[in-house]
């Protein structure tokens, strides 16, 4: 499968969008501007719009970025260990979100516009296809190299992401961080039961 996005960024992009992260986690998605985003970025609405004619564009660039980072970090781990690699891939959709509750929440409200606005709806289909097909990738190769049990790889894909949108989603709701732990270990109890059955 073909990456989501063949975006790519530069210097200016870069800082753009580091000035976009802390403008989400400062003031969330409703009250987010281009004016907030350019006094994040120190430099004036213009230079913003010079990239980027409106905020709608900004964000879809935005949500392209964030994956763009998340395969890069899968990418930087050398192991081609199943189990490694579906242990790194959890942690990233379970662990470290705990990190940064605000953009936590800002992607939440973002993907509640999705329904309105084409643009972000797309975007998140094609981030949570990839992921999607990251994880289903690993657990093919771990039954195919006898590191998993013979199960129905998309079947159990579908319910590990089913954990992490739920936590996503209740750790907003219920502004409680520790919902990411709970769901990392209930994806892990999930794992052994599935995936390495038999194993003791």
Same mark, same amino acid.
């Given at each position: 499968?073909?990456?989501? %996005? ?24 409703? +009250?987010?501007? @281009? ?5 994040? /970025?120190?430099?004036?609405? !213009?230079?913003?719009? /010079? ?12 949500? #392209? /970025? @964030? ?13 081609? &260990?199943?189990?490694?690699?579906? $242990? ?15 953009? %936590? ?29 990251? *994880? ?7 039954? &195919? ?8 790889? +998309?079947?159990?894909? =579908?319910?590990?992401? $089913? @954990? ?5 989603? =209740?750790?907003? *709701?219920?502004? &409680? ?9 209930? !994806?892990?109890? /999930?794992? &052994?039961? $599935?995936?390495?059955?038999? #194993?003791?």
């Amino acid at each position: 499968m073909a990456e989501p %996005s063949g975006r790519t960024f530069s210097d200016a992009d870069e800082e753009i969008m580091g000035a976009t992260y802390r403008a989400l986690r400062e003031h969330g998605y409703a +009250d987010l501007t @281009i004016k907030r985003i350019a006094a994040e /970025y120190g430099k004036s609405t !213009a230079a913003v719009h /010079y990239h980027y004619d409106t905020k709608e564009e900004l964000l879809a660039a935005f949500l #392209d /970025y @964030i994956l763009n980072r998340f395969v890069a970090s899968i990418r930087e781990v050398e192991t081609t &260990d199943p189990e490694a690699r579906l $242990t790194l891939l959890l942690d990233r959709l379970l662990v470290a979100p705990q990190e940064n509750p605000d953009l %936590s929440v800002a992607l939440l409200e973002m993907r509640s516009q999705a329904p309105y606005n084409e643009t972000f709806a797309e975007r998140f289909r094609q981030n949570d296809e990839y992921v999607r097909y990251l *994880v289903k990738a690993v657990i093919n190769h771990g039954i &195919d190299e006898g590191a998993f049990a013979d199960v129905d790889a +998309d079947r159990v894909t =579908r319910s590990l992401l $089913t @954990i992490v949108e739920g936590a996503r989603t =209740r750790s907003v *709701v219920f502004d &409680d961080v520790g919902e990411y732990e709970r769901a990392r270990a209930t !994806a892990e109890e /999930y794992v &052994d039961a $599935t995936l390495r059955e038999g #194993d003791a």
